[in-house]
Nanobody, 127 residues
Framework: EVQLQASGGGLAQAGGSLTLSCAAASGFTFDDYDIGWFRQAPGKEREGVSC????????VSADFVKDRFTISSDNTKNTVYLRMNSLKPEDTAVYYCAAVLDCSGYESLTRSFVDYWGKGTLVTVSS
């Protein structure tokens, strides 16, 4: 079973920044998967945020985070990052990284494309 762990969450003020990390367990590499970030706000459905193709670096982001969030990867560290700028209170959620079937379009940000879920990290944005 793939083991992914998200970290880096915490409390931020509106307009602030946070960087989340998604690390894979020892023995697992990202070669076989693309990686996505999803989030779930209290009382809401889990939604896709961004994903990255580990083979060619292609990224897809939801419209509500474009120009604010950036997904990137460091294959040498087996880690994917989500840099979140200009945070808004509505960005408050538990953020999950996941191994996705591929990152090629908006459909890649749907739960049906998720192969494995990682553990989440809570992001709280205060106004």
């Amino acid at each position: 079973e793939v083991q992914l762990q998200a970290s880096g969450g915490g409390l931020a003020q509106a307009g602030g920044s946070l960087t989340l990390s998604c690390a894979a367990a020892s023995g697992f590499t990202f070669d076989d998967y693309d990686i996505g970030w999803f989030r779930q706000a209290p009382g809401k459905e889990r939604e896709g945020v961004s994903c990255i193709s580990m083979s060619d670096g292609n990224t897809v982001s939801a419209d509500f985070v474009k120009d604010r969030f950036t997904i990137s990867s460091d294959n040498t560290k087996n880690t994917v990052y989500l840099r979140m700028n200009s945070l808004k209170p509505e960005d408050t959620a538990v953020y999950y990284c996941a191994a996705v079937l591929d990152c090629s379009g908006y459909e890649s940000l749907t739960r049906s494309f998720v192969d494995y879920w990682g553990k989440g990290t809570l992001v709280t944005v205060s106004s």
